[in-house]
């Protein structure tokens, strides 16, 4: 380090000693570690992959079952936060669905669900025959928040 480098860097430690202390204040937050996230599929979007020759399956360990109000695809949840001051949530997902038709193969996966705010959203990547989708991360289903469940445990 020359003369010049040594000054410069000696008066920006110096600066630094005598910038006043700030305190920084966070709100409360939850840290999600388990749970799951279940998308019921709407019958008129399964009605034209069947009319289409698509067939869905899950990508484990997803889990795709049919239930009275149609078909549900289930996501482990793997973590998340949830800021209990501004109710800004992201939670990460394992799993997620392939769509198949012949020799072509879909697979959307490494979902996120996001809520800012605003509309609630599900949020991945979509892989067709092995190459990632140019545009990246794809909002995927709107969700509905109003069944879910937080614990009342929090970590600041």
Not at 36 to 60: C, E, K, Q, R, Y
Not at 113 to 141: C, E, H, K, Q
């Amino acid at each position: 380090m020359n003369l010049i480098q040594s000054t410069i860097a000696g008066l920006a430690l110096a600066g630094i000693a005598f910038l006043p202390a700030t305190q920084a204040f966070a709100a409360p937050t939850k840290t999600i570690r388990d749970g799951a996230t279940s998308v019921n599929l709407a019958p008129g979007f399964v009605g034209a992959l069947t009319t289409l020759g698509v067939a869905p399956d899950a990508i484990a360990p997803g889990k795709l079952s049919a239930k009275k109000r149609g078909v549900i695809a289930s996501f482990p949840i793997t973590t998340g936060v949830v800021d209990l001051g501004t109710v800004k949530t992201e939670v990460g997902h394992a799993g997620g669905l392939s769509l198949t038709a012949g020799n072509t193969r879909g697979e959307l996966s490494a979902f996120i669900s996001d809520w800012d705010g605003g509309r609630p959203v599900l949020t991945g990547l979509a892989v067709v025959n092995d190459s990632l989708v140019d545009g990246g991360r794809i909002p995927l289903f709107d969700l509905d928040l109003r069944g879910a469940r937080i614990q009342s445990e929090m970590t600041t």
